[in-house]
């Protein structure tokens, strides 16, 4: 689903000419990783950034805080904890607000980038670092 559901977007975007498509990843994706969502996350990457479209974004946050509809209990115990020591972690790994990710998508939205564009969550850190949501 996850795979089918993005490809799918993104091959109707090319095939209608809009401009950019922007989604979200996930921090670490990767190919060739022997995670199986890391890897799941990599493929979908690699897939939809081959199709050239005018304009690719991928956001890859790490763990996203905030209120979600549906109860997943180690999320839950994640987004208690991570936070608390978030101060240790590289950049890459920080937790980071799903309604600032939203923000900055929308931002990214309004004047994307040519060709295929990748924000790590370390962009993301800096970007919320330098007030970029106010």
Avoid: H
Avoid at 45 to 60: E, H, Y
Avoid at 103 to 114: L, R
């Amino acid at each position: 689903i996850d795979f089918e559901i993005t490809y799918s977007i993104a091959k109707a975007c090319k095939s209608m000419n809009i401009k950019s498509f922007l989604y979200i990843s996930s921090s670490g994706a990767n190919s060739k990783s022997s995670s199986f969502y890391m890897k799941l996350k990599g493929e979908i990457d690699a897939a939809v950034s081959n199709l050239n479209l005018i304009s690719t974004v991928i956001f890859r946050p790490s763990l996203l805080i905030g209120k979600r509809s549906a109860f997943r209990f180690g999320e839950l115990i994640a987004q208690f904890i991570m936070p608390l020591f978030a101060f240790i972690f590289p950049k890459n790994l920080k937790p980071i607000a799903a309604e600032f990710v939203a923000k900055a998508m929308v931002y990214v939205s309004k004047n994307p980038p040519n060709g295929n564009k990748i924000i790590e969550n370390s962009i993301l850190i800096d970007w919320k670092k330098k007030g970029f949501d106010k």
